[in-house]
């Protein structure tokens, strides 16, 4: 079964402008979650996606938003960069909600602003 | 205090011994517990998931709850060299809404 995809794996952007980074789950996985990971604050919780529908939403400014469609492909969109969104992005996937089933990590994508 | 806390390490265990990796929580009500293990570079790789008070095992390794004193730890018997990498601990919270992730523990298996 393959797992996570996540593309592009690499991306420098420049403040101001906005990108666009998407996440193939495991087949038959209908939740979506993406996970912002910096080396100071650790792995943080950005929103989930469950059956196209954001379930929840971490603490993140409203420039970060995102989108399930209905074969449960999401895509994550950070607008106005700044270069504190320097981080490597991971998306995970499971068969249901966060918490009620085991969650698989893509391999992330890793952006950089300058 | 930390909403999920674990010892970022480093911790050295000699190849062939039993390492423990501790992690703890604040919330009393969260449900599932998970540890992933992560090498430098990569993504997360989940080696274990639970949510029964006890212990769990799965070939090397094995994890144990304890929900009255929030605590979840993980064992790695026989440890190899190709354990040595970061251990997240990670727990989802009382309303099942979010997973929240410790810090992580550095390990590393010296030959």
């Known amino acids: 079964k393959a797992g996570v995809t996540q593309t592009p794996r690499y991306l420098i952007k420049t403040r101001g402008q906005q990108v666009t980074l998407s996440c193939s789950p495991i087949?038959?996985?209908?939740?979506v979650s993406w996970y912002q990971q910096t080396p100071g604050q650790g792995l943080q919780f950005l929103f989930e996606?469950?059956?196209?529908?954001?379930?929840n939403k971490g603490n993140f400014p409203g420039r970060f938003s995102g989108r399930q469609f209905s074969n449960s492909r999401s895509e994550m969109n950070v607008s106005t960069l700044e270069l504190g969104d320097s981080a490597l992005y991971l998306c995970?996937?499971?068969?249901?909600?966060?918490?009620?089933?085991?969650?698989?990590f893509g391999p992330g994508t890793r952006l950089t602003v300058t | 205090q930390k909403e999920v806390e674990q010892n970022s390490g480093p911790l050295s265990v000699p190849e062939g011994a039993i390492a423990s990796l501790n992690c703890t929580y604040s919330?009393?009500?969260?449900?599932?517990f998970f540890w992933y293990r992560q090498y430098s570079g990569k993504s997360p790789e989940l080696i274990m998931f639970?949510?029964?008070?006890g212990d769990k095992e799965d070939g090397r390794f094995t994890a144990q709850l304890n929900k009255a004193s929030q605590y979840v730890s993980l064992l790695i018997r026989d440890s190899q060299p190709s354990d040595s990498a970061t251990y997240l601990c990670?727990?989802?919270?009382?309303?099942?809404?979010?997973?929240?992730f410790g810090s992580g523990t550095r390990l590393s298996i010296r030959p």
């Open positions: 995970a996937s499971s068969l249901g909600t966060v918490g009620n089933y085991e969650q698989y």
């Open positions: 087949s038959g996985h209908r939740s």
């Open positions: 996606y469950f059956s196209e529908t954001q379930r």
């Open positions: 919330d009393r009500g969260s449900q599932s």
């Open positions: 639970i949510y029964s008070n």
């Open positions: 990670a727990v989802t919270n009382s309303s099942a809404s979010k997973i929240i």
